[in-house]
């Protein structure tokens, strides 16, 4: 690996985890991403237990898809289908689309070879497993195991600094649970088990899991009990 490569992949890192706006770390992360191709951004967090993975973009840039559309979270999931890829693994990955007679195809490829738009995306993991992504596209961008690396490095760095710029403990949109969060959490202050909770509501024990997930997440907390407490603390169970 170039050390100078590296280097500068270390103090972008650095400079995005001391940026006080998301305007730094956009900056930060285009100054880096740029020289190798990548011109196209969108950064989310994301969830495991929602259907449609996608919880909130933090930022999007670049046209995307060809037709200089504003791009939200449910025409991007819609239209670029390999996000829902980084339930099924743990590393970065690069995709290709290719244009055919039917519309674009989109394929998780080793490595993108040709005209593109190719990209990387890169799932984000926390103590509560899956807690968002970052994918970076472009036309012709390297798709060396060097850059892989250090472009995942500066992608987790972004997503965590996005997240502690815009979604600051408080607010509603990290605080507010879902029904279905707020009726598995009060089934599980009850005393019940996960498995009777499953039986109950007519869920597998899996959903039941990723719904407490989601609801720590959603909270801010690392535990289920400081989930329950947090909650009733704010009104949503009660005490």
Same mark, same amino acid.
């Given at each position: 690996?170039?050390?100078g490569v590296a280097e500068t992949a270390v103090r972008t890192v650095l400079e995005i985890e001391r940026a006080t706006?998301?305007?730094?770390?956009?900056?930060?992360?285009?100054?880096?991403?740029?020289?190798?191709?990548?011109?196209?951004?969108?950064?989310?967090?994301?969830?495991?237990?929602?259907?449609?993975?996608?919880?909130?973009?933090?930022?999007?840039?670049?046209?995307?898809?060809?037709?200089?559309?504003?791009?939200?979270?449910?025409?991007?999931?819609?239209?670029?289908?390999?996000?829902?890829?980084?339930?099924?693994?743990?590393?970065?990955?690069?995709?290709?689309?290719?244009?055919?007679?039917?519309?674009?195809?989109?394929?998780?490829?080793?490595?993108?070879?040709?005209?593109?738009?190719?990209?990387?995306?890169?799932?984000?993991?926390?103590?509560?497993?899956?807690?968002?992504?970052?994918?970076?596209?472009?036309?012709?961008?390297?798709?060396?195991?060097?850059?892989?690396?250090?472009?995942?490095?500066?992608?987790?760095?972004?997503?965590?600094?996005?997240?502690?710029?815009?979604?600051?403990?408080?607010?509603?949109?990290?605080?507010? $649970?879902?029904?279905? =969060? /707020?009726? #598995?959490?009060?089934?599980?202050? !009850?005393? *019940? &088990?996960?498995?009777?909770? @499953?039986? +109950? $509501?007519?869920?597998? =024990? /899996?959903? #039941?899991?990723?719904?407490?997930? !989601?609801? *720590? &997440?959603?909270?801010?907390? @690392?535990? +289920?009990?400081?989930?329950?407490?947090?909650?009733?603390?704010?009104?949503?169970?009660?005490?």
């Amino acid at each position: 690996m170039n050390s100078g490569v590296a280097e500068t992949a270390v103090r972008t890192v650095l400079e995005i985890e001391r940026a006080t706006a998301l305007a730094q770390v956009q900056q930060a992360v285009r100054a880096f991403a740029g020289p190798f191709g990548y011109d196209r951004f969108v950064l989310f967090s994301a969830s495991s237990a929602r259907d449609e993975v996608l919880e909130r973009i933090y930022w999007v840039e670049g046209d995307w898809f060809g037709d200089g559309l504003t791009i939200d979270a449910d025409n991007y999931v819609r239209r670029c289908p390999v996000t829902r890829h980084i339930l099924e693994t743990r590393e970065p990955f690069f995709w290709t689309k290719t244009r055919q007679a039917d519309g674009d195809r989109y394929r998780v490829v080793r490595r993108p070879l040709g005209s593109g738009p190719h990209g990387l995306q890169v799932p984000v993991f926390g103590p509560l497993g899956l807690e968002g992504a970052m994918s970076l596209g472009g036309g012709q961008v390297d798709s060396s195991a060097e850059v892989r690396v250090l472009l995942a490095m500066v992608a987790t760095a972004a997503f965590f600094s996005a997240r502690r710029l815009l979604e600051a403990p408080g607010t509603q949109v990290v605080r507010k $649970l879902s029904d279905r =969060e /707020r009726q #598995v959490l009060a089934w599980t202050a !009850a005393g *019940r &088990r996960q498995a009777d909770i @499953a039986a +109950t $509501l007519g869920l597998s =024990e /899996r959903t #039941v899991e990723n719904h407490l997930r !989601a609801a *720590r &997440r959603r909270l801010g907390v @690392a535990t +289920t009990a400081q989930a329950i407490k947090t909650a009733i603390h704010n009104g949503d169970l009660d005490g």
